[in-house]
């Protein structure tokens, strides 16, 4: 009821009244009780009572998390107090954004420095005594009538966005706990935990800290990324890039993540960094398998459509990569070198001349397999493709 009221209050087009949305609720219209219907409606017009005497920007606050009321309430409280904190942190270390307010920046932390001053502050803790956490976080040393094991969660988390794979945590975190039941028990809280209640939580609270009233324009907030870093168990925003952009492997993304953030390479320009390296590179700098290899060239991909072309009697061009030196224009076959090398050579004579980009390579491979009668030319150190009438 509260965020039906919230959005009356914030939204000009809505009118009416918002307790009618209680009353449309299928519900109340099929219940014979009257009684019954009449004291949800009581309640709702309490919970109306109690929005209209909240100060708006409160209001506002409590409903931007998601949570139950008495949830958001203590988020907001635990985050006027890290807000008071971070405040107190920059003006003591110099940190905040220089320059006059209304043109300067604030400085986002990064990850490390976001998980340090929460666990100095014990924010984890803290937020495992919400409803909505409670429970997603437990582990015992045996299955039945075990006792409680307890296992820190900051520390947890750190270890959980480094990379480690799902098994090694379970040594680490239960070493005297026999293996299958150590195992089944981290898939459950990291599920339970990392992937839903406490990320969704720990987002709510920053942006309740980044929002807060008691910062200034200039100074500095927490990492607005870190709750998606604790969903999806990584550490670099290049990992988060390739995670919600259809790469299912976490730990693909984590090794891909890693190189590119030390070579330099923007997460902007993630997608055209590999794609360069091209597949070969994969296999050798990521250890790509063979379904990882089909969910980066699905993402590296420069979308057309080759057989479309062909079909309308238009040339189709390729630019090739890795082109020999004075490679000679005219006839030239396309394949793979072998069943272990997925790439897509252009050759003549059995000699190879040049390969087909990796984003082009599903393209190129949806035309050879068309059924298409083709011809290949190199041509300027591009690949000439036509359709053959018979």
């Known amino acids: 009821m509260w965020f039906v009221l919230q959005a009356h209050a914030t939204t000009p087009v809505l009118d009416g009244d918002p307790l009618d949305a209680v009353r449309s609720l299928f519900a109340m219209n099929q219940t014979h009780d009257g009684r019954a219907a009449g004291r949800w409606l009581s309640l709702a017009e309490r919970v109306a009572q109690d929005h209209r005497a909240t100060d708006p920007d409160l209001a506002g606050r409590w409903s931007s998390t998601g949570t139950s009321l008495g949830s958001a309430r203590h988020l907001d409280q635990l985050a006027q107090d890290l807000a008071r904190r971070l405040a107190e942190q920059s003006a003591d270390d110099g940190t905040s954004a220089s320059g006059p307010a209304w043109f300067a920046f604030p400085e986002e932390w990064p990850l490390q420095r976001t ?20 429970g997603t976080w437990r582990f015992t040393d045996k299955e039945s009538r075990g006792t409680q094991v307890d296992v820190p969660l900051a520390t947890a988390i750190q ?4 990379g480690e794979t799902i098994p090694a945590l379970a040594r680490a975190w239960l070493p005297s706990v026999p293996a299958e039941w150590a195992l089944e028990q981290t898939v459950r809280n990291i599920s339970s935990g990392f992937e839903h209640a406490l990320s969704w939580v720990t987002g709510a609270l920053i942006n309740l800290v980044n ?8 100074a500095p907030r927490l990492n607005t990324h ?4 604790i969903r999806h168990g990584v550490d670099t925003e290049h990992a988060l890039t390739l995670l919600t952009s259809g790469i299912t492997s976490r730990r693909l993304a984590h090794t891909i993540g890693r190189r590119a953030a030390a070579q330099g ?11 360069l390296l091209h597949i070969d590179s994969w296999v050798t700098l990521f250890q790509a398998n063979e379904y990882e ?3 980066l060239l699905d993402y590296v991909r420069s979308p057309s459509n080759l057989v479309s072309e062909l079909l ?25 070198l072998g069943t272990g090398d997925p790439m897509l050579w252009i050759g003549r004579d059995r000699h190879q001349l040049g390969a087909v980009p990796a984003d082009r390579h599903l393209d190129v491979l949806a035309m050879l397999n068309s059924g298409l009668d083709l011809t290949h030319h190199l041509r ?3 690949l000439l493709t036509t359709r053959r009438h018979r």
Not at 211 to 218: D, E, G, H, I, V
Not at 321 to 334: H, N, Q, S
Request: proline share 10%.
């Open 115 to 134: 998980l340090s001053f929460l666990t100095e502050h014990q924010v984890f803790e803290r937020l495992l005594a919400l409803p909505e956490v409670a």
């Open 159 to 162: 270890s959980w966005i480094s």
């Open 211 to 218: 929002t807060s009233p008691l910062l200034t324009p200039t």
């Open 226 to 229: 870190t709750a998606w870093y």
């Open 265 to 275: 390479c923007p997460p902007s320009r993630l997608r055209q960094w590999l794609a």
């Open 293 to 295: 290899i089909e969910d």
């Open 312 to 336: 309308d009697d238009r040339k189709v061009t390729i630019p090739l990569v890795r082109l020999m030196p004075r490679a000679a224009d005219g006839p030239v076959e396309i394949g793979t």
């Open 380 to 382: 300027d150190g591009q």
